[in-house]
Protein backbone atom coordinates (compact mmCIF):
# COMPACT_ATOMS: atom_id res chain seq x y z
CA UNK A 1 0.00 0.00 0.00
CA UNK A 2 1.07 3.23 -1.07
CA UNK A 3 0.91 5.47 1.98
CA UNK A 4 0.96 9.30 -0.07
CA UNK A 5 4.54 10.06 1.63
CA UNK A 6 7.17 9.67 -1.37
CA UNK A 7 5.79 6.90 -2.69
CA UNK A 8 6.16 5.44 -6.27
CA UNK A 9 5.95 2.27 -8.22
CA UNK A 10 8.51 2.29 -10.87
CA UNK A 11 7.65 0.50 -14.16
CA UNK A 12 9.94 -0.56 -16.87
CA UNK A 13 10.36 1.87 -19.93
CA UNK A 14 8.08 0.82 -23.06
CA UNK A 15 6.06 2.81 -25.79
CA UNK A 16 3.37 4.71 -25.18
CA UNK A 17 0.91 4.97 -27.86
CA UNK A 18 -2.25 3.45 -29.31
CA UNK A 19 -5.24 1.82 -27.18
CA UNK A 20 -4.69 2.24 -23.43
CA UNK A 21 -6.03 1.08 -20.17
CA UNK A 22 -5.42 1.68 -16.75
CA UNK A 23 -7.35 0.17 -13.65
CA UNK A 24 -6.50 1.58 -9.97
CA UNK A 25 -8.35 1.43 -6.77
CA UNK A 26 -7.66 5.02 -4.99
CA UNK A 27 -8.57 6.13 -1.29
CA UNK A 28 -7.87 9.65 -0.31
CA UNK A 29 -7.58 10.84 3.41
CA UNK A 30 -6.51 13.93 2.47
CA UNK A 31 -6.94 15.87 -0.67
CA UNK A 32 -3.19 17.43 -1.42
CA UNK A 33 -2.01 19.43 -4.29
CA UNK A 34 -2.49 17.71 -7.82
CA UNK A 35 -1.81 14.38 -5.84
CA UNK A 36 -0.87 12.20 -8.32
CA UNK A 37 -2.53 8.67 -9.29
CA UNK A 38 -0.77 7.94 -12.63
CA UNK A 39 2.22 9.73 -14.27
CA UNK A 40 4.23 8.78 -17.20
CA UNK A 41 5.95 12.05 -17.81
CA UNK A 42 8.72 12.61 -20.16
CA UNK A 43 10.28 15.38 -18.40
CA UNK A 44 10.14 17.27 -21.83
CA UNK A 45 6.72 18.48 -20.96
CA UNK A 46 5.31 16.39 -24.61
CA UNK A 47 3.64 13.18 -24.20
CA UNK A 48 2.73 13.34 -20.44
CA UNK A 49 -0.07 11.82 -18.86
CA UNK A 50 -1.26 12.12 -15.30
CA UNK A 51 -4.69 10.64 -13.61
CA UNK A 52 -5.06 13.20 -10.55
CA UNK A 53 -6.80 15.53 -8.20
CA UNK A 54 -7.26 18.52 -9.11
CA UNK A 55 -5.54 21.45 -7.30
CA UNK A 56 -6.57 20.71 -3.48
CA UNK A 57 -10.06 19.45 -4.52
CA UNK A 58 -11.64 15.66 -4.73
CA UNK A 59 -12.10 16.16 -8.61
CA UNK A 60 -10.88 13.57 -10.42
CA UNK A 61 -8.45 14.96 -13.18
CA UNK A 62 -7.34 12.67 -16.24
CA UNK A 63 -5.00 14.80 -18.95
CA UNK A 64 -2.66 13.90 -22.11
CA UNK A 65 0.16 16.31 -23.16
CA UNK A 66 1.23 15.80 -26.59
CA UNK A 67 3.68 16.76 -28.43
CA UNK A 68 1.66 19.61 -30.48
CA UNK A 69 1.44 21.56 -26.84
CA UNK A 70 -2.45 21.05 -26.59
CA UNK A 71 -3.78 19.18 -23.08
CA UNK A 72 -6.74 16.85 -23.67
CA UNK A 73 -8.04 16.00 -20.30
CA UNK A 74 -11.58 15.09 -18.37
CA UNK A 75 -12.57 16.25 -15.18
CA UNK A 76 -15.42 14.33 -13.91
CA UNK A 77 -17.29 13.48 -10.20
CA UNK A 78 -15.37 13.80 -7.50
CA UNK A 79 -13.99 11.45 -4.80
CA UNK A 80 -14.59 10.37 -1.47
CA UNK A 81 -12.81 10.88 0.87
CA UNK A 82 -11.44 7.90 3.25
CA UNK A 83 -13.10 5.58 0.82
CA UNK A 84 -12.07 3.24 -2.06
CA UNK A 85 -12.56 4.37 -5.44
CA UNK A 86 -12.10 2.32 -8.45
CA UNK A 87 -11.46 3.83 -11.62
CA UNK A 88 -10.65 2.41 -15.13
CA UNK A 89 -9.89 4.69 -17.64
CA UNK A 90 -9.41 3.84 -21.44
CA UNK A 91 -7.80 5.60 -24.62
CA UNK A 92 -7.22 5.68 -27.94
Do not use: M, P
Request: no cysteine; glycine share 6%.
Amino acid sequence: VLDGNDDYADIDDFEFGGAVAFEVYVKYDTFKHQSRILAFDSGLESDDVYLRNEDFTSVIDWQVYTQEDSWKGLRTSNFDSATWTHVIITAK
